[in-house]
Nanobody, 129 residues
Framework: QSQLVEFGGGLVQPGGSLKLSCAAS????????VVWFRQAPGKEREGVIC????????EYRDSVKGRFTILRDDRSGTVYLQMVNLKPEDTGRYSC??????????????????????WGQGTQVTVSS
């Protein structure tokens, strides 16, 4: 069964760091664009950052620039979201998603949720003192 699974969420104090993982089963993630989304309580889900199949990166939120980094392990295809200097406004449920497009091109701008074929179940990130 093909699916995405996220790991690494948790409770962290402001200024702290977390590293989220997005792993695929049934297909190779490194062939496709991967986007991290997040949904804060009471708000709509929003795209945060993307890594393209060719390795290009796109940040969708100015607030994460310089603090969030998206990485891919070339051996396993697993995609990581490294987050440093976390702020309370980063709190939310983080999900990774991918579109199984055989011609992925660059990261979508902006990411349209309906275009994504696979979503992980999400992992909760809470930034609080």
């Amino acid at each position: 069964q093909s699916q995405l699974v996220e790991f690494g969420g948790g409770l962290v104090q402001p200024g702290g760091s977390l590293k989220l993982s997005c792993a695929a089963s049934g297909f190779r993630l490194d062939y496709y664009n991967v986007v991290w989304f997040r949904q804060a309580p009471g708000k709509e889900r929003e795209g945060v950052i993307c890594i393209g199949a060719a390795g290009t990166r796109t940040e969708y939120r100015d607030s994460v620039k310089g603090r969030f980094t998206i990485l891919r392990d070339d051996r396993s295809g697993t995609v990581y979201l490294q987050m440093v200097n976390l702020k309370p406004e980063d709190t939310g449920r983080y999900s990774c998603a991918t579109e199984l497009n055989p011609y992925p091109g660059n990261c979508p701008k902006p990411p349209q949720e309906g275009d994504f074929d696979y979503w992980g179940q999400g992992t909760q990130v809470t930034v609080s003192s």
